[in-house]
Every structure is written in C-alpha cells, then in structure tokens.
C-alpha cells in the first residue's frame, strides 16, 4: 500500500508512495490518449462477444451473430481434403502397381496412406515397422510364408489367413503329437534333428539319424527337404535364422504336437481396395519385398 | 519576478495540474525549421535511408533459370531467403539469431561512444517522422503559422491544407506500405497484380496494415512512440556513462540565462539569451538545458538553432553541444579532459562485436551447399534375417543448397562389410552406392544397411555415413549407429 506519498524536490511532482531499495516513484499521469485506446480495447472486446460465440447461459451459450463454429470449420476442412484425397486414391486404384511407382508424387501419396493405415491396423500384430512379434511374422525381414511380391502381399492382405473369406490363405499342419501321429519320443527325435540341422544347435557326437527319418517320413512333403518352406501351403522356412514362434527347441516340440495356426483378418471388409494397395506399397517398401 | 519564483510558479501549475488530472493531455508540438550542418547531415541520412528502403525490392539479380531475379527477397512460400549472392534456407535461420546479436551489439556500441545516434538520425520513426513534418511544413507553413492556425477557426484554407497533407501522407504511407511486401514477393509482379486485382489477399492486408502504421506512427504518434511505446529510451542509459558523447547543454557557459545585451558591470548573466530557440526546433518538445532526459532523441536540431543565435550574438558556439559530462565537468573547472572512447565498457562492446562479426563471417564463407540429415529407425530398432544377418533402416536427407544437380558417392565407415541397398531401389547390395540430389531440392530416401553380427562388438556400433560429391570431392558426413542384439549368434554358421 502506498503510505508515504511526498513531494519531489527536484521535479515538484508527487510521488506515488511505493519505495524500492530507496528509489521512489514519480506519479505521472498517463497520456489520454493511452486511455481512450483502453477503452477502444474493450469497446472492440464487446463487438467481438456479439459476433462470436462468447457468453455461456444455462444449458447453452450465446453463438455469435457471424455463425462462427469451429467444429462446422473443422468439418469442412475434413470435407475438402477427402476430396482432395479421393483424386489420388481413385488413381491409386486404377492404376497397377508399376504403374503408380512410376508416378513420384503418387507414390509419396500412397506410401503416406499406407504408413497411416499400417499404423491403425497392421501395427498391434506386427509391430511398428514390420519388425514383427512371436507369432506375427516380421515383415521387415523378408521371410515370407505366402510370398513377398507386391501381388502377394495384396492377396494376403485383402483375403486374409486362414481368415474364413473365401479366397483366404488356407492350410493346417496336422496335430501330430495331440491326434497321436508321432509319439512324444519320436517328437523329441524329430525336435532334435530340427534343432541341430535347421536351427543350426549342433552338438559334437549327437546322433539325430532317428529324427532326420521321421522329418523324411512326415515333414517334406511341406517343408521341403532342406528345411526351405513352401510358401504355396504357408509352410514356414526351416533353415533360417528367425522362426515365427520363437528360436527355443520347446518350440518345436510344441508345434509338433499342437500347432498353433496364425489367423490373419481378411481386410476387403474393413480398407478398401486402393487402400490396401497403398498398405501393400508400404509393407512392400520396409525392406523384406521381393 | 526573479528567475526562480518564475520556475517554481511553473512548477506549481504542473503539480495543479497532476493533482487535478488522473490524465494528461498531450501538449502539441510545433517543431520550428532549422538549418545548418547537424539538419544537411540529418537530410543526407534520411534520404539515403529512405533511398534503399523503396529501391531496394527494385534491384535485380541474375540466379541462373527458374530462380527469383530479386536481389533481396525473403520468399515465405517457398521458403528461401535470397541476399544478393546467398541463399539461405529455413535450416540457416540461426544465422538471423547472429545477425540480431550482432546488430544489438553494434547499437550498445555505438550507444556507449556518441549516444542516441540511432534515435536521432536512423531509426524508421525519426526518420518517416521528419519526411512527414517537412510535408506539414512546407503546406501549412512554419511553427508560428501553424500553431496560428490552428488556434483560429477552421477556414476553407485550413481544410484545403490539412487535406492535401493528409493525403500526401497517406500516399507516402501507402508507397512503404507497399515497398515493404515487395520484399516478400516479387516486386515488378506485385506492382502489376496489387492493381489488376490478382495478389493474394495477404498482400492487400499487409499493405493496408503497413500503410495505417506508416501513417499513424510518423503523422499522428510521432514522439509519443519515443516517450511511451519505445523500450529502447528506457534502458539506453544503462550504456551511457560520463564518457558517452551526448547532446549536451554547457550549463557552466550559459548559466545565469538572461535575455538583453550583455554590459559590463551589469547583472550577471552567462552566454544563454533565453531565446527558447533550443526548445521550438526540438522534434519532442523537451528543453534540453534541462539536461539528458528520455524524451531525447539525440537529433542535435538545438545545436543547429543555438549556434545560429551565438554567431549572432557574437559568442563562442557550442553552447549546446556534442561533449561528454566528464569533458564538461572539466571545462566548468577549467581543466582540460581528454575524450576517451577506449574504456573498458567500450572495449567489452567491441570485443563482443568482434567475436560476433567473426563467427557470423566464418559461419557464412564455411556455409556448405550439401547437408545432410541420418534419421535411424526407431521401431524396430534392428531386424534380424533369415541369414543370420542384421538390418537397420536409415532415413536420409540430401539438402542441395546449390544451383546445379548434383551426384555423390555415398560410403559407411565403422561396420566392416556393411551393405547398403536404397529400399525400393537396387536391391543388390554393394559397399558404396550413387546417390543424386536435384539442385535446390531435399533428396529423400530410406536405406538399408545389412551386416554380419560378427561385425558388431557391441549392441552399439558408432558408424560415419560419408557423402562425397563427386565433382567437387568435398565430403559431408554423418555419425550415426548401427545397433544389434548383444551377443547375438546369427553369425555363428
């Protein structure tokens, strides 16, 4: 509170009572016209409460006589770009897949399409940027089960796995321990062949001839002599470095005796058709495309 | 009544006046024309201020096709920044933050030697304010005439007077309104768009906005901007110190003032008649006898008007002068001081300059043309494949700030047998790849860098992306990591 308000010797003015550190302030007056331009101020702030939505009443509030909302801005915003969208995905659909990466400008368009929607629904099973989960494949990586071109990736994405659409990827390995097949010593040889050959876990003086009978009798026939897969069942790639459930040899064993079968949706119903082409130009570009 | 009780009957009347009025009126300010060499010096500065202000969006310069032919155009939209020679990109933007530190250095400097020099000669609001009193004064003539007129009652000529000053102003106002979005657009495309109707609708607001101010500041605030809207007059003293030449009022000279012929053995008088000559040719309306206050802009107007009225009077000019308060605290004592613009608050400002001007320069001549920009993949971090290899993804960004397409030879150094493929291009991977950059273009692609884990002693590796042009052999590069999983046996068969 100003209390000691005095006179200035120097200037004659008063001053205003309030005291810093010994220095004490002249009470000058402001000019007028810093005032009027106060009061505009706050003239202008009532034309800008009729014009706009401002005053909130009882349930509702007062809308402003100019029509102002941004939720109907926001709208049209959404309106104009949809619009501006559905000329490059109408091309994205009519167009092949040579064709559109042949287009820079479309392709950037459809590669952004494909990222946003890779992330709202690709993402939670295979991982952001296709690194892939236990049991959801690594796309980034190339190991394919149903074929890494572009045409098949459409395929797999717009029909699914296993999925129950029509023309779904479809196939089932046999329940080899749970229908009684093999027994579980003879899962364990076959485990153990698997192990030392494809998983590369040899041990010096193993002898794994038991399994690698079993394997010839039974496995072969999908997953090939070597262990390479056969991307026309879905049948996984032995000899590689990543498997799909896990680098453990109880993996073996448990997939031997009940397989787990992955089921992918089938998307036609949820994207599409130029969407999914732009999501297959997104997983295709993450580095396992063939 | 003697000198004093007419200043303190003064004094009362302003404390009436502040004891009455929350409010004060604004006292109008009819500064009266001047001559002399501190006014041509004042008229050189405004016209070659003024000159480079409205030509300079005019100047052009040759870029080589499809660039902008403007010497200084900062082009929003496209977002370059073009200066005679150089281009600067939104990355360079921390050249401005140079520019400013230097500028505000250089004003401290400068500040601290001769004073409010930048208030007085070369800053916008002096400058469009004294272009628009010079217009006042040459329609409705000098101070006398002025105040007269607008003390009597509106006539015909007065309004046919104020109307054509208006709208002079306003013409005046309109012309750097415009000149100041030519530096934002091209100007001889601008002039012919702004009146067929065709420019985007920014540049009619920014003209209208710049014309308003223009008119508004330098016709109407004037020395109000100085005295309340200004920061600048309120801590510029903080450089100011006893050394600082300043416009000052040699007080031991004139003091006692006194009108009338000087005789001998009559009362005492110093050199100061008391003509208030000082006080109607100041552009803010201050006495400066009354010594170094804020509303002073530093012009020296009063100089030029004293040292009319001391040649007349047959007295020594220089009764209002440019001095320092130590040299005149000297010369009261009789003393000689000599000027001393080496002290250490000026050796700290220039030092400061000098390290600034140094940086900005060697920033600017070391400026390469070629960035670039390794953003690594986050998600995954790394992908294992079936051959028991690693991949990381890489983003790249090749800026080509130059005038000519360019093709560089991209390597990695850190990560023995790496092998680099562009995803979606060349698949087969190789140790070195070509890449291209269109000139003035960002290039934008995702590597894939593959290599054994044997490589990898760490889950870390530091790698360098080394970019080489290929015609200049001047080389970029780029630290970044290759990451793996520790320990990781892919490589084992």
């Given at each position: 509170m100003p209390t000691k308000i005095e006179k200035d010797a120097v200037s004659g003015r008063d001053t205003t009572g309030h005291e810093w550190d010994g220095i004490k302030e002249l009470d000058t007056p402001l000019p007028k016209w810093w005032l009027y331009t106060f009061y505009a101020c706050i003239g202008i702030a009532f034309v800008i409460f009729f014009l706009y939505p401002s005053i909130p009443y009882g349930p509702g509030y007062w809308h402003g006589v100019m029509g102002y909302s941004q939720r109907k801005m926001v709208d049209a915003e959404v309106a104009k770009l949809t619009a501006i969208r559905k000329v490059s995905l109408d091309k994205i659909g009519s167009l092949s897949f040579e064709q559109i990466k042949a287009d820079p400008q479309l392709l950037e368009v459809a590669m952004t399409d494909g990222r946003i929607t890779f992330a709202e629904n690709c993402q939670p099973c295979h991982g952001a940027g296709g690194g892939g989960h236990i049991g959801y494949p690594a796309l980034a990586a190339g190991s394919w089960l149903w074929g890494g071109t572009l045409d098949d990736i459409q395929q797999t994405v717009t029909h699914g796995i296993r999925s129950g659409d029509d023309d779904a990827r479809n196939s089932a390995m046999p329940h080899f321990g749970a229908d009684g097949l093999l027994k579980p010593a003879e899962i364990q040889q076959v485990a153990d062949f698997v192990w030392s050959t494809f998983y590369g876990h040899k041990t010096e003086g193993q002898d794994v001839s038991a399994g690698a009978k079993i394997f010839a009798e039974n496995c072969i026939a999908c997953h090939g002599e070597n262990g390479e897969g056969n991307r026309v069942v879905g049948a996984p790639r032995l000899n590689s470095h990543i498997h799909l459930y896990g680098d453990a040899r109880e993996t073996i064993v448990a997939q031997v005796t009940l397989p787990r079968q992955g089921v992918m949706p089938n998307w036609n119903h949820r994207l599409d058709p130029a969407t999914i082409k732009a999501v297959t130009l997104y997983v295709h570009a993450l580095g396992g495309g063939e | 009544m003697s000198r004093i009780s007419k200043v303190e009957s003064r004094l009362r009347t302003e404390q009436d006046a502040v004891q009455h009025h929350l409010y004060a009126d604004r006292l109008r300010i009819y500064p009266k024309s001047?001559?002399?060499?501190?006014?041509?010096?004042?008229?050189?500065?405004?016209?070659?201020?003024?000159?480079?202000?409205?030509?300079?969006?005019?100047?052009?310069?040759?870029?080589?096709?499809?660039?902008?032919?403007?010497?200084?155009?900062?082009?929003?939209?496209?977002?370059?920044?073009?200066?005679?020679?150089?281009?600067?990109?939104?990355?360079?933007?921390?050249?401005?933050?140079?520019?400013?530190?230097?500028?505000?250095?250089?004003?401290?400097?400068?500040?601290?030697?001769?004073?409010?020099?930048?208030?007085?000669?070369?800053?916008?609001?002096?400058?469009?304010?004294?272009?628009?009193?010079?217009?006042?004064?040459?329609?409705?003539?000098?101070?006398?005439?002025?105040?007269?007129?607008?003390?009597?009652?509106?006539?015909?000529?007065?309004?046919?007077?104020?109307?054509?000053?208006?709208?002079?102003?306003?013409?005046?106002?309109?012309?750097?309104?415009?000149?100041?979005?030519?530096?934002?657009?091209?100007?001889?495309?601008?002039?012919?768009?702004?009146?067929?109707?065709?420019?985007?609708?920014?540049?009619?607001?920014?003209?209208?906005?710049?014309?308003?101010?223009?008119?508004?500041?330098?016709?109407?605030?004037?020395?109000?901007?100085?005295?309340?809207?200004?920061?600048?007059?309120?801590?510029?003293?903080?450089?100011?110190?006893?050394?600082?030449?300043?416009?000052?009022?040699?007080?031991?000279?004139?003091?006692?003032?006194?009108?009338?012929?000087?005789?001998?053995?009559?009362?005492?008088?110093?050199?100061?008649?008391?003509?208030?000559?000082?006080?109607?040719?100041?552009?803010?309306?201050?006495?400066?006898?009354?010594?170094?206050?804020?509303?002073?802009?530093?012009?020296?107007?009063?100089?030029?008007?004293?040292?009319?009225?001391?040649?007349?009077?047959?007295?020594?000019?220089?009764?209002?002068?440019?001095?320092?308060?130590?040299?005149?605290?000297?010369?009261?004592?009789?003393?000689?001081?000599?000027?001393?613009?080496?002290?250490?608050?000026?050796?700290?400002?220039?030092?400061?300059?000098?390290?600034?001007?140094?940086?900005?320069?060697?920033?600017?001549?070391?400026?390469?043309?070629?960035?670039?920009?390794?953003?690594?993949?986050?998600?995954?971090?790394?992908?294992?494949?079936?051959?028991?290899?690693?991949?990381?993804?890489?983003?790249?960004?090749?800026?080509?700030?130059?005038?000519?397409?360019?093709?560089?030879?991209?390597?990695?150094?850190?990560?023995?047998?790496?092998?680099?493929?562009?995803?979606?291009?060349?698949?087969?991977?190789?140790?070195?790849?070509?890449?291209?950059?269109?000139?003035?273009?960002?290039?934008?692609?995702?590597?894939?860098?593959?290599?054994?884990?044997?490589?990898?002693?760490?889950?870390?590796?530091?790698?360098?992306?080394?970019?080489?042009?290929?015609?200049?052999?001047?080389?970029?590069?780029?630290?970044?990591?290759?990451?793996?999983?520790?320990?990781?046996?892919?490589?084992?068969?």
């Open positions: - | 001047v001559r002399g060499p501190v006014r041509r010096i004042k008229w050189a500065i405004l016209i070659a201020c003024l000159t480079i202000y409205y030509v300079l969006p005019w100047v052009r310069w040759h870029r080589g096709p499809n660039q902008p032919t403007q010497a200084v155009l900062l082009d929003l939209s496209t977002q370059r920044f073009y200066f005679f020679g150089l281009e600067l990109w939104p990355q360079d933007i921390w050249l401005l933050a140079g520019i400013l530190i230097m500028a505000a250095v250089s004003l401290f400097l400068v500040t601290s030697l001769i004073g409010r020099v930048w208030c007085g000669y070369t800053c916008p609001q002096t400058v469009w304010t004294d272009l628009f009193m010079w217009i006042e004064r040459e329609i409705e003539g000098d101070r006398n005439e002025r105040m007269t007129r607008d003390a009597a009652p509106l006539n015909s000529d007065t309004i046919w007077k104020k109307f054509l000053k208006h709208s002079i102003w306003l013409t005046i106002a309109f012309w750097t309104g415009g000149a100041w979005i030519m530096y934002f657009v091209d100007a001889p495309s601008v002039t012919v768009d702004f009146w067929t109707g065709d420019a985007a609708t920014p540049v009619y607001v920014f003209t209208g906005l710049f014309t308003l101010t223009t008119y508004g500041l330098a016709g109407w605030a004037r020395e109000q901007v100085c005295t309340y809207m200004c920061p600048w007059p309120r801590f510029q003293a903080a450089m100011l110190d006893d050394q600082s030449f300043t416009v000052t009022y040699q007080a031991w000279r004139g003091e006692p003032r006194a009108r009338g012929k000087r005789v001998e053995g009559g009362p005492a008088a110093g050199d100061c008649v008391d003509c208030n000559l000082c006080v109607t040719v100041c552009p803010t309306g201050i006495d400066i006898r009354d010594g170094i206050q804020l509303e002073c802009i530093n012009c020296g107007l009063c100089m030029d008007a004293c040292n009319h009225v001391m040649e007349r009077t047959g007295q020594p000019k220089g009764l209002i002068a440019w001095d320092t308060l130590a040299r005149q605290a000297a010369k009261q004592a009789g003393k000689v001081e000599p000027i001393r613009f080496f002290r250490p608050r000026t050796m700290i400002y220039l030092s400061a300059l000098t390290i600034a001007v140094t940086g900005l320069t060697t920033a600017l001549l070391t400026r390469s043309t070629l960035g670039l920009s390794v953003l690594r993949d986050r998600a995954p971090l790394f992908v294992p494949l079936a051959d028991g290899s690693l991949r990381n993804g890489y983003t790249f960004k090749i800026v080509n700030k130059s005038q000519t397409n360019g093709a560089y030879d991209l390597s990695i150094s850190g990560l023995p047998d790496a092998k680099m493929a562009i995803a979606e291009g060349d698949p087969t991977p190789s140790s070195t790849l070509r890449v291209s950059g269109s000139s003035d273009e960002v290039e934008t692609f995702r590597l894939l860098v593959t290599a054994r884990p044997a490589a990898l002693t760490d889950g870390s590796m530091p790698v360098d992306f080394i970019l080489r042009d290929t015609t200049s052999g001047a080389q970029t590069v780029y630290h970044s990591v290759f990451m793996g999983p520790p320990g990781y046996a892919g490589g084992a068969r």
